[in-house]
């Protein structure tokens, strides 16, 4: 081994869920490969990185972002937003296909593939449309799309509403082992619903989305994988109801599995404060109960993954009335912070948290990625754990400043986020 490309990272606390790993080591990185985990001999002229008093993680894994590349440019670009992902600590980002043209086409996914290639900032999943354009009418080729590199199936954006149709995704999607994530929403009770139903869109006047928009369909859905026997992923879970319903499927052995954003489990629809488009997302903002029933499932284990459902929007889209502005916030440089709350809250411990962004996400994609395993790719962030700051659009690194948590202050901050052992982000550059 020569000391050309070796980093040694120096007496961090190394987390990795996936081996149950939480202890002070050093790492050795080389030709971009994780080569030793704690006490490793150290090759002349290797570059040495201390790690004191931070922890040494591997890079997170966003199972649920928007791009918006190809299409939707002026809104935030593949480079802009894995940038963003880099200043987050995350590494890996699973994109959904809401772009236009959608991911339902190989050449689309090739297309992705590449620009994140040549941006080089993170590494980039394509997700696979259900239906061809989203429509909802027929199916996508998902055989052709996973081969091109897909590692998941969603409409996202919009439910699958048509039961027969998702019955034939949940079926189809078996012979290739891939999952089905769906966007739980059913568009008729959304309506003209632009908040979440209750105490607060009475006080502001706005039309309300109650939570069986939500339970209905994962319910409905739930009934399907039993039938079918296909992989199944609720996105965003935002209700009490629609989590009861995941852990009676999971007690039953079927394979379901959910994810939560950390603005549900963190805010509720009182963050929508007077009139704030940047408290807007789909599915919205719920009450206190549903909060607490999401910090449960996540204790419990019953939500295993954390992802942020990213959407970056250009400032018009969120500059004009609360119905009518777009769904979604920003949520790659804020998701390890928010969720290090959990911790601090005694909801997961700091093993547990990073699970949900790491191993879990990469088992359930099938990415070789999400642990510090030796012989594997390098790719790590090493943050501190107790560094205070105040989250502030203007300071964020993608194009998307339309973040929840303006504001909001934080601990845990990103020093440095490796990508196959090559520095992609550093604190304050
Ligand atoms: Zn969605």
């Known amino acids: 081994m020569n000391g050309a490309d070796c980093i040694l990272i120096k007496g961090g606390r190394v987390v990795d869920p996936a081996h149950n ?3 002070t080591a050093d790492l050795l990185l080389e030709g971009g490969l994780i080569r030793a985990v704690g006490r490793p001999d150290v090759p002349a002229g290797c570059r040495v990185i201390s790690a004191a008093g931070l922890v040494v993680a591997p890079g997170l894994v966003d199972m649920h972002v ?6 939707y440019e002026y ?3 593949i480079a802009g937003a894995t940038r963003a992902a880099a200043a987050g600590g995350v590494t890996a980002v699973a994109a959904m296909p809401n772009t236009n043209p959608v991911i339902d086409d190989p050449s689309v996914v090739g297309y992705v593939l590449e620009k994140a290639r040549v941006a080089g900032h993170a590494n980039v999943h394509p997700i696979g449309a259900i239906t061809r354009g989203l429509k909802g009418e027929a199916l996508s ?3 052709l799309l996973q081969r091109a590199g897909c590692v998941a199936f969603s409409d996202d954006g919009r439910a699958v509403m048509d039961s027969g149709l998702m019955r034939k995704a949940l079926e189809y999607s078996r012979a290739f082992g891939a999952l089905i994530i769906q966007h739980a929403e059913d568009s008729a009770l959304v309506g003209c619903g632009c908040m979440n139903e209750g105490v607060t869109s009475s006080r502001l006047g706005l039309p309300g989305i109650p939570n069986a928009s939500e339970e209905v369909l994962v319910d409905r859905d739930i009934r399907l994988v039993a039938l079918t026997g296909g992989r199944y992923h609720v996105a965003h879970l935002s209700t009490a109801g629609a989590l009861t319903a995941v852990t009676a499927a999971r007690v039953r052995g079927l394979p379901v599995t959910c994810e939560v954003t950390p603005h549900h489990f963190a805010l509720t629809d009182s963050a929508v404060g007077h009139y704030d488009t940047n408290a ?3 599915p919205p903002l719920r009450d206190e109960k549903d909060r607490q029933a999401l910090l449960e499932g996540l204790a419990r284990g019953t939500i295993t993954v954390i992802a942020t ?3 970056p929007h250009d400032i018009d889209s969120k500059r004009v009335p609360f119905c009518q502005a777009a769904n979604g916030v920003v949520g790659l440089e804020t998701l390890l912070p928010v969720s290090l709350e959990l911790v601090r809250d005694g909801v997961l411990d700091l093993k547990g948290c990073l699970a949900t962004m790491t191993c879990n996400p990469a088992r ?3 990415i070789d990625r999400g642990t510090l395993e030796v012989g594997k790719v390098a790719d790590l962030v090493l943050f501190d754990p107790e560094e ?6 203007i300071d964020l690194h993608g194009s998307g400043r339309n973040t929840c948590f303006q504001g909001r202050q934080v601990r845990g901050r990103v020093k440095t986020t490796f990508l196959a052992g090559r520095v992609v982000h550093r604190d304050g550059t």
Do not use: I, Y
């Open 309 to 311: 459902d990213h959407a």
């Open 75 to 77: 809104k935030e670009t």
């Open 21 to 23: 790993l939480d202890t």
């Open 364 to 366: 359930m994609l099938g």
């Open 141 to 143: 080729e998902m055989g």
């Open 388 to 393: 205070a700051w105040e989250v502030d659009a």
């Open 66 to 71: 928007h791009l918006r590349e190809p299409g």
């Open 280 to 282: 807007k997302m789909a």
